[in-house]
Every structure is written in C-alpha cells, then in structure tokens.
T-cell receptor
C-alpha cells in the first residue's frame, strides 16, 4: 500500500524567511512519481512539480526548490525568501501503477503555510 | 491557457435535493477524476474515467452518487438525494493518459453546502 506523510500540519514564517515543507512517502514499487500541488485560499489546486523515481536530481524553479532523496523516501519542498503570496496549503502526492494497470494517486494531508508580512 | 472548468462554483441546497456538478476537462485529455475534499478526510478519489469509461469508482457511495461522461468534453457527478454530510469541495481533474506519471490538472472546485 502507498502512503504519503506530511507531518507538518501548519507552519508560520515571517516574510523573507526560508521554509521547508516535508514529505515522506512509502511504496514498494520501484517506478513511481511524486508531485507537489499548491492550494491557495481561493481553493484551486495548482500543479507545481512532478519527479520520477529514477531522477534524484534536485530541482530549482525561481524561489522554489525540491530535494528528492530515495534513501530516506523523502521529497521535500523549500521556498526561499518566502512571500505572502506563498501562503497556501501544499500537498505532496505519490503516483504508482496499480494492479489494474492504471494510475493510483495518494495525496498527503497537506501542510498549511502562513507567511506573515 | 487550458484549464479544467467546473460548474457550479458554489451551490447551497436543501437536504434531499438532487445536485449535479459538471466538468469540462482540458481538451485532448482522456482521463477524468472526481475528488472530494473535506477537513476530516482530506482528498478522496470518488471516480476515475479513461476514454469516458469508468476505471475506478470504488470510493463513491453508490446509493446516492453517480458519475458519467456523456461525451469527451463533459463529465458529471450527481448526488441524489443530497445529505448534509455531502457538504464538501468537489474537484474535477483531468490528465493526458493513465500511466503512473500522468500529471493531473485540477479545476477550481465546486463548493457544495447541503443544509
């Protein structure tokens, strides 16, 4: 069975601070994909990034960076120099191929980030 | 800017009434998902379609919920009769295919309140 744990329920930081959102996953599959989504107060879920299990290179996109470590089954997300607009709930998700041959996605419970001006 | 479109955005209805939520997936996407989000349960998969055929609806209460794809540009989720416990945000999402690396793109959600 697949599992995604986002142990941080809520985080508050002051604007311009760096913040890291943790994501730990469990799966027995050797091929899998990891995702991060952002849900701002307006409610929509916005796709941020997708990584596959064979690519452990870290990725940076502007102020966002992702650290994928298979050894610890973690896919952490860091926001550098946080801004008020980063305030949102962030979801980590794990996707595998199920026994029926199609995609099965497991979402974490989300981390609510509040950036204080 | 391609996006998943959902209607209605907000709905308040009385218990016992039928509710229909509609979704237009991104053009060219052949997989459609319905998720329900609540504070208690988080994001739950209700139904999953590929090429308009249901792949998985095991998460959907069959007695009152039904999901269909009348055509490739329209997915519907119906609740009949609705109950207060159905109050939640219902998201439709779509993807290009069904392999495990498929990126799922979400709509803005339909916020349902049953009183």
């Amino acid at each position: 069975a697949q599992k995604v744990t986002q142990a941080q329920t809520e985080i508050s930081v002051v604007e311009k601070e760096d913040v890291t959102l943790d994501c730990v996953y469990e799966t027995r599959d050797t091929t899998y994909y990891l995702f991060w989504y952002k849900q701002p107060p307006s409610g929509e879920l916005v796709f941020l990034i997708r990584r596959n299990s064979f690519d452990e290179q870290n990725e940076i996109s502007g102020r966002y960076s992702w650290n994928f470590q298979k050894s610890t089954s973690s896919f952490n997300f860091t926001i550098t120099a946080s801004q008020v607009v980063d305030s949102a709930v962030y979801f980590c998700a794990l996707s595998v191929r199920n026994s029926g041959g199609y995609q099965k996605v497991t979402f974490g419970t989300g981390t609510k980030l509040q950036v204080i001006p | 800017d391609a996006r998943v479109t959902q209607t209605p955005r907000h709905k308040v209805t009385e218990m016992g009434q039928e509710v229909t939520m509609r979704c237009q997936p991104i053009l060219g996407h052949n997989t459609v998902f319905w998720y329900r989000q609540t504070m208690m349960q988080g994001l739950e998969l209700l139904a999953y379609f590929r090429n308009r055929a249901p792949l998985d609806d095991s998460g959907m209460p069959k007695d009152r919920f039904s999901a269909e794809m009348p055509d490739a540009t329209l997915a519907t989720l119906k609740i009949q009769p609705s109950e207060p416990r159905d109050s939640a945000v219902y998201f439709c999402a779509s993807g290009l295919n069904s392999f495990s690396g498929n990126t799922i793109y979400f709509g803005e959600g339909s916020w349902l309140t049953v009183v």
